[in-house]
């Protein structure tokens, strides 16, 4: 295969990714918004009443049947308080646009592959230390940062091949 294929090869494979991530940064803000339907269908899939009391649950059951209550009662008493997550599902949006500019210019933006990757980073201590705070059960922060531990691995290989990229292309910095 010749350099230039190889090239175009790798590109594809860059932008896959970058898709990839921008669909997945997309999906995962977009659904904050529904937090209270979303939390429903989950206690219906689970088998959880709403009208029984929370206390009649163990588990997984006890905390989804927790969460929907605090939901419903919130959103009933105070739905201002769902503006934050308006804004959650808004960052992700914004922080998904971001990637377009890697994605037309993947070896001159890799600082947004690095910063994506500190952000990973940054989940693991975030939900380990605000999640105790806020007294949510452990192997739900542990799902949290799961986002964190399996976001990084796509991005460590867009590192990879950008900086494979960058070799072939033998793209040189200009120092302003």
Known sequence: MDTNTEEKLLLKRIRLLIIFFIFALVVSGITAFPLETEMRIAC?????????????????????????????????DYPFLAYGYDWLAFAHVIIAIAFIGLYRKPVQNIWIVHFA??????????????????????????????????????????????????AMMGYVERKY
Request: proline share 5%; glycine share 6%.
């Open 117 to 166: 990757m500190i952000a990973c980073i940054a989940v693991i201590p975030l939900a380990l230390i605000c999640g105790e705070i806020r007294q949510i059960p452990f192997f739900w922060r542990v799902i949290d940062c799961s986002f964190g531990v399996f976001g990084i691995i796509p991005l460590y290989i867009l590192h990879v091949y950008i900086k494979r990229l960058e």
């Open 44 to 76: 219906s899939l689970l088998g959880i009443s709403h009208d029984a009391p929370i206390d009649n649950y163990t588990g997984l059951q006890y905390w989804i049947a927790k969460v929907y209550n605090a939901l419903v009662n919130t959103n009933r």
